[in-house]
């Protein structure tokens, strides 16, 4: 009886905090690699790669998708315009053939159209994911690194040197 008497008093006297409950703003992720990318993109025209990108992010936004992370630079290339990286071959029939328009900006506003966040990400280290350096062209800054300590070859690829600080300066 006397325990119920006190924990009325304290009921009374320290009455319970009604918590605001906020939920976090929920995100989901979908990541367009250069798997993606080579697969749906390469070798159209302006107009289809445009059709094909609209129909990319319409489905990421039905499906539910807050954001976008889209893989711009894989191989020491861009799918953007660049003074330092060649355009991609995952776009572009040959690493540094004209890109048709730059599919960075045009995704970027396509996103922002669908009320979608858009990330770009980078592969700062990977040049090639196998050892052929026949298809690194002059355009491509690795290709005076080639044979050199600021590029890296093993059963994984070719990469760039982290350790170099020109390598350093050059991802930067």
């Given at each position: 009886l006397i325990f119920v008497f006190i924990l009325t008093l304290f009921l009374?006297?320290?009455p319970k905090e009604e918590k605001e409950v906020s939920k976090m703003d929920e995100k989901r992720f979908i990541f367009i690699s250069y798997i993606e990318i080579a697969k749906y993109l390469k070798g159209k025209d302006e107009?289809?790669?445009?059709?094909?990108?609209?129909?990319?992010?319409?489905?990421?936004s039905e499906f539910g998708f807050t954001d976008i992370i889209l893989q711009v630079r894989s191989f020491s290339d861009a799918i953007y315009y660049s003074d330092i990286y060649p355009s991609s071959s995952m776009i572009v029939a040959k690493e540094g053939d004209k890109l048709p328009f730059d599919i960075l900006e045009y995704f970027i506003k396509k996103s922002h159209e669908n009320n979608l966040k858009l990330h770009a990400w980078i592969n700062p280290y990977r040049i090639r994911s196998n050892?052929?350096?026949?298809?690194?062209?002059?355009?491509?800054?690795?290709?005076?690194?080639?044979?050199?300590?600021?590029?890296?070859e093993s059963d994984k690829g070719i990469f760039y040197n982290p350790a170099d600080s020109e390598i350093r300066n050059l991802i930067i």
């Open positions: 009374l006297f320290f107009t289809a790669l445009k059709n094909t990108i609209d129909d990319m992010i319409s489905q990421c050892l052929s350096k026949e298809e690194i062209t002059d355009k491509n800054p690795a290709f005076k690194y080639l044979n050199t300590n600021k590029v890296e």
